[in-house]
Nanobody, 130 residues
Framework: QVQLVESGGGLVQPGGSLRLSCTASGLTLDAYGVGWFRQAPGKEREGVSYIASSTNTYYAESVKGRFTISRDFAKNTVTLQMNSLKPEDTGVYYC????????????????????????WGQGTQVSVSS
């Protein structure tokens, strides 16, 4: 049974940091592109960051320079380091995985659309407020 589990969310003050993790069981993330999405109350889900490989990553303009996505192969985990958090970063953060051998290679600097992912996690709440 495949599962993606997000962790690391919480309440933080503006300017603070959080580190989100997406840990997989039942599959090896090495063969998957992994995306992070977020959804704020009353807003549509948006893509935040994506990693196909260490040299092929994507960041939304709103998070460039503040968020960093990376893989930990030993832990079968993808992390999203979020620094200099702003109130507008508040939302439920989801990770999702797409099987790259089936989907095909990802154009460098682009994010795989949400409807193409094979697996989704349940989400973790991030709240940025003073």
């Amino acid at each position: 049974q495949v599962q993606l589990v997000e962790s690391g969310g919480g309440l933080v003050q503006p300017g603070g940091s959080l580190r989100l993790s997406c840990t997989a069981s039942g599959l090896t993330l090495d063969a998957y592109g992994v995306g992070w999405f977020r959804q704020a109350p009353g807003k549509e889900r948006e893509g935040v960051s994506y990693i196909a490989s260490s040299t092929n990553t994507y960041y939304a303009e709103s998070v460039k320079g503040r968020f960093t996505i990376s893989r930990d192969f030993a832990k079968n985990t993808v992390t999203l380091q979020m620094n200099s958090l702003k109130p507008e970063d508040t939302g439920v953060y989801y990770c999702a995985a797409v099987f790259l051998p089936r989907r095909g290679s990802t154009e460098k600097g682009k994010m795989v659309p949400a409807n193409e992912y094979d697996y989704w996690g349940q989400g973790t709440q991030v709240s940025v407020s003073s």
